[in-house]
T-cell receptor, first 115, second 115 residues
Framework: AQSVAQPEDQVNVAEGNPLTVKCTYSVSGNPYLFWYVQYPNRGLQFLLKYITGDNLVKGSYGFEAEFNKSQTSFHLKKPSALVSDSALYFCAVRDGGTGGFKTIFGAGTRLFVKA | NAGVTQTPKFQVLKTGQSMTLQCAQDMNHEYMSWYRQDPGMGLRLIHYSVGAGITDQGEVPNGYNVSRSTTEDFPLRLLSAAPSQTSVYFC??????????????FGPGTRLTVT
């Protein structure tokens, strides 16, 4: 069975500084990895995904994530944080090896960006 | 193109009552899922469907039923509501992924309170 861990409940960063939101995963087959963002009182929005290929993937709003197979990690990064990036971020994994669709989410990390 | 729609937005039930949360998508997506979001727990998968007539259980299926008679609709039924089912419920859809589009599109959510 697949699982996702987001070890930090909250990340605080100053505007203009780089940010990292951590995610580790466990699957038996090939991992399909996703990041989603949730703004207050809204549904989740897709940010980026890793299916195969280049380990560094770029997504919406200047975010990127690095897939590290040996560390089973998929950390979300942004070179320069904005106050408007403050939101709840979810990492998710699907087991691509089984061909199934079941997608499991982490508990979420709340990002606060201070002006 | 409305994407994923959910009704109602808010609902209050008494313990033991039953109800159906509606979800519809107009993107012709094969895959649909129901999640519940609770503080500190992230999103937990309740049930999912890989096509009309095919459903499967997720992480927390007890107390919920689903059916998928059409590609567009995926209702979630609470058989006998319990206070533990107080949560925000999200419906999501995704394409099969032949073109690499594996990400999910989420509805705006239904906030359910069971007293």
């Amino acid at each position: 069975a697949q699982s996702v861990a987001q070890p930090e409940d909250q990340v605080n960063v100053a505007e203009g500084n780089p940010l990292t939101v951590k995610c580790t995963y466990s699957v038996s087959g090939n991992p399909y990895l996703f990041w989603y963002v949730q703004y207050p009182n809204r549904g989740l929005q897709f940010l980026l995904k890793y299916i195969t290929g280049d380990n560094l993937v770029k997504g919406s709003y200047g975010f990127e994530a690095e897939f590290n197979k040996s560390q089973t990690s998929f950390h979300l990064k942004k070179p320069s944080a904005l106050v408007s990036d403050s939101a709840l971020y979810f990492c998710a994994v699907r087991d691509g090896g089984t061909g199934g669709f079941k997608t499991i989410f982490g508990a979420g990390t709340r990002l606060f960006v201070k002006a | 193109n409305a994407g994923v729609t959910q009704t109602p937005k808010f609902q209050v039930l008494k313990t033991g009552q039953s109800m159906t949360l509606q979800c519809a998508q107009d993107m012709n997506h094969e895959y649909m899922s129901w999640y519940r979001q609770d503080p500190g727990m992230g999103l937990r998968l309740i049930h999912y469907s890989v096509g009309a007539g095919i459903t499967d259980q997720g992480e927390v299926p007890n107390g919920y039923n689903v059916s998928r008679s059409t590609t567009e609709d995926f209702p979630l039924r609470l058989l006998s509501a319990a206070p533990s089912q107080t949560s925000v419920y999200f419906c999501a859809s995704s394409s099969r992924g032949a073109s690499g589009d594996y990400e999910q599109y989420f509805g705006p959510g239904t906030r359910l309170t069971v007293t």
